[in-house]
């Protein structure tokens, strides 16, 4: 079987698993609001990190459809947790209320329906729609860094994980590595920005799931959790 084909489909097997991840933090979030207590539903996730995490699941969505051939094993996958992401994003709205939470649904939303026109456009785009995809894909690495970044400012300053949901960056590290795979196995001229976003996305979930293991054992986290009392 060809190469590409297979990492192909290891590629769509583990972003079927991260889809998993992305609905378990989403399911974090509903058990959250269902407990009787002051606590957020959504307290200690970074609306700049999922934001620029949804903005990348559409920036791939974008890409595969934009490439030839159309790209299946990226394309689907990606909308599906670009919709799943979106979803995070309206319910960190109705936790939070915040004119910064709508600014960024609102935009969100638009930029959804633009990309689903985009895969509807065909052909008459392919060259346009691939130039922008990639132009995003480079812009939203770096903003996973700094996203991130500021998601684990956020855990190292409290000493406590909230809401964020650990399985969530243990499955889209596997999907991160199989893309980095899958990338290879496009060649560099196609797949190069599939894996400079893979490859950022791995090294924040790499130190996501330190942060986990850090505030077990950490006396300092247990001070930070003491003074923020989240």
Same mark, same amino acid.
């Given at each position: 079987?060809?190469?590409?084909?297979? %990492?192909?489909?290891? #590629?769509?097997? &583990?972003?079927?698993?991260?889809?998993?991840?992305?609905?378990?933090?989403? @399911?974090?979030?509903?058990?959250?609001?269902?407990? #009787? #207590?002051?606590? +957020?539903?959504?307290?200690?996730?970074?609306?700049?990190? &999922?934001?620029?995490?949804?903005?990348?699941?559409?920036? &791939?969505?974008?890409?595969?459809?934009?490439?030839? $051939?159309? #790209?299946?094993?990226?394309?689907? $996958?990606?909308? !599906?947790?670009?919709?799943?992401?979106?979803?995070?994003?309206? *319910? !960190?709205?109705?936790?939070?209320?915040?004119?910064?939470?709508?600014?960024?649904?609102?935009?969100?939303?638009? =930029? %959804?329906?633009?990309?689903?026109?985009?895969? %509807?456009? /065909? *052909?008459? !785009?392919?060259?346009?729609?691939?130039?922008?995809?990639?132009?995003?894909?480079?812009?939203?690495?770096?903003?996973?860094?700094?996203?991130?970044?500021? +998601?684990?400012?956020?855990?190292?300053?409290?000493?406590?994980? /909230?809401?964020?949901?650990?399985?969530?960056?243990? %499955?889209?590290?596997?999907?991160?590595?199989?893309?980095?795979?899958?990338?290879?196995?496009?060649?560099?001229?196609?797949?190069? $920005?599939?894996?400079?976003?893979? !490859?950022?996305?791995?090294?924040?979930?790499?130190?996501?799931?330190?942060?986990?293991?850090?505030?077990?054992?950490? =006396?300092?986290?247990?001070?930070? @959790?003491? =003074?923020?009392?989240?």
């Amino acid at each position: 079987m060809d190469t590409y084909l297979v %990492f192909g489909a290891i #590629n769509t097997t &583990f972003i079927t698993v991260s889809l998993y991840g992305v609905f378990s933090q989403l @399911r974090k979030i509903w058990a959250r609001k269902k407990k #009787n #207590n002051a606590q +957020q539903a959504t307290a200690l996730l970074s609306l700049n990190q &999922f934001s620029v995490s949804y903005f990348a699941y559409l920036s &791939f969505f974008i890409y595969g459809y934009s490439i030839e $051939p159309f #790209n299946h094993f990226i394309v689907w $996958p990606r909308l !599906i947790a670009s919709l799943l992401v979106l979803i995070i994003l309206v *319910e !960190i709205y109705k936790d939070r209320q915040s004119a910064s939470a709508l600014s960024s649904l609102l935009f969100s939303c638009v =930029a %959804f329906v633009f990309a689903i026109c985009g895969l %509807f456009a /065909g *052909e008459t !785009i392919v060259d346009q729609g691939r130039a922008i995809s990639t132009t995003i894909i480079l812009v939203v690495s770096a903003l996973i860094a700094q996203g991130y970044y500021h +998601q684990i400012l956020l855990i190292v300053r409290s000493g406590s994980t /909230g809401a964020v949901d650990l399985r969530m960056s243990q %499955f889209i590290l596997m999907m991160d590595i199989s893309t980095i795979a899958f990338a290879l196995s496009m060649g560099l001229k196609e797949g190069w $920005p599939l894996m400079v976003l893979a !490859i950022t996305s791995a090294i924040t979930k790499l130190i996501i799931m330190y942060l986990f293991r850090w505030i077990a054992t950490s =006396a300092l986290a247990q001070e930070r @959790r003491k =003074a923020t009392s989240i």
